[in-house]
């Protein structure tokens, strides 16, 4: 399996964030501009929660909050299991079993956010991964 460093380096895209003082509606409109799921709420330069389009549903629409009116410090997910580079697509996986959750930040070795993960991006290099065993074991068979 690629190490985490190499995993982010092919995924190419900057980890898009938001602060605390933000509005959901901000968020949203990042969330929908970029076409992704999460944002990584950042203080600081320090990660300190996660908004999702579950904490959306779950937090703003169901309580009748406003998205305009509420920012996100109210709603985001401040539970944060994070990973380090070094770590494997096979221990993400577990953590975000083990937590349910559906996204990691990922640390380099000096503290600072070097990735945002999500279950797809790990589920779409754990099935590369496999197709890539599965033609060399037939390669192997066939030759």
Same mark, same amino acid.
């Given at each position: 399996? +690629?190490?985490?460093?190499?995993?982010?380096?092919? +995924? +190419?895209?900057? @980890?898009?964030? $938001?602060?605390?003082?933000?509005? @959901?509606?901000?968020?949203?409109?990042?969330?929908?501009?970029?076409?992704?799921?999460?944002?990584? #709420?950042? /203080?600081?330069?320090?990660?300190?929660?996660?908004?999702?389009?579950?904490?959306?549903?779950?937090?703003?629409?169901?309580?009748?909050?406003?998205?305009?009116?509420?920012?996100?410090?109210?709603?985001?997910?401040?539970?944060?299991?994070? @990973?380090?580079?070094?770590?494997? $697509? /096979? /221990?993400?996986?577990?953590?975000?079993?083990?937590?349910?959750?559906?996204?990691?930040? #990922?640390?380099?070795?000096?503290?600072?956010?070097?990735?945002?993960?999500?279950?797809?991006?790990? #589920? +779409? /290099?754990?099935?590369?991964?496999?197709?890539?065993?599965?033609?060399?074991?037939?390669?192997?068979?066939?030759?």
């Amino acid at each position: 399996m +690629k190490s985490l460093k190499h995993l982010l380096d092919e +995924k +190419k895209r900057d @980890v898009i964030s $938001v602060t605390p003082t933000d509005t @959901v509606f901000q968020a949203l409109n990042l969330m929908a501009k970029h076409d992704i799921g999460a944002l990584l #709420v950042i /203080e600081d330069g320090k990660p300190v929660g996660i908004f999702s389009e579950r904490d959306y549903a779950r937090k703003v629409v169901l309580h009748g909050k406003t998205s305009k009116d509420t920012p996100i410090r109210e709603v985001m997910s401040r539970k944060l299991f994070y @990973v380090t580079l070094s770590q494997t $697509v /096979e /221990e993400c996986m577990a953590i975000m079993t083990d937590r349910h959750v559906r996204h990691l930040p #990922v640390m380099d070795e000096a503290g600072d956010v070097a990735g945002f993960l999500s279950i797809g991006d790990l #589920v +779409k /290099e754990t099935i590369s991964q496999q197709k890539f065993i599965i033609e060399q074991m037939e390669r192997y068979i066939t030759s």
